[in-house]
């Protein structure tokens, strides 16, 4: 199983920290600094971290969007987000994490003018 080291121990780590554990893989560990040629994924930046750490409710999966240049990369994040229980999204290459950090914006405008509370995700309806 791979090793997953988590930097930091704050909201979003303690949140996805606390999946990874209860899916096998064990204690957190602080990274070291990421080689020069490492490649970089974006992920589960789009949903807040006390609902990630609630994981998804039945019937309704938790979508987790990602960004990233390398396929192989893409391929071992998409399948520790499945070991989580969560769903992974692809939306293209690394360029697209500038689209994804304004789901955050969208976020906060449907709290301030639709939902009124934070105890929901943004994610995909698959129709067909
Ligand atoms: N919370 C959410 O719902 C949410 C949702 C989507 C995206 N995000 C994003 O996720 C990131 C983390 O958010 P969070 O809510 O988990 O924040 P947080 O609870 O404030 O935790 C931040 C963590 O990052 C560490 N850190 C800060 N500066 C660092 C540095 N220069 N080097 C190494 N570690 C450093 C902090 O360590 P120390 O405590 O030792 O300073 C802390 O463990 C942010 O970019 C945020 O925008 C958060």
Redesign the pocket.
């Known amino acids: 199983m791979s090793t997953i080291s988590i930097?930091?121990?704050?909201?979003?780590?303690?949140a996805i920290g606390g999946l990874a554990a209860k899916a096998g893989f064990g204690a957190q560990e602080i990274a070291k600094a990421a080689p020069a040629d490492a490649e970089v994924i974006k992920a589960?930046?789009?949903?807040?971290?006390?609902v990630l750490a609630a994981g998804p409710v039945e019937g309704h999966p938790l979508d987790v969007f990602i960004a990233g240049d390398d396929a192989q990369a893409k391929a071992r994040v998409s399948a520790f987000i499945e070991s989580l229980g969560l769903r992974p999204m692809d939306t293209g290459p690394l360029l697209m994490a500038r689209t994804l950090e304004h789901a955050?914006l969208l976020s906060l405008g449907l709290i301030a003018h639709s939902v009124k509370h934070t105890h929901f995700s943004i994610g995909v309806s698959l129709l067909g």
């Open positions: 930097i930091g121990s704050g909201g979003m780590a303690a589960f930046n789009t949903h807040f971290s006390h955050c």
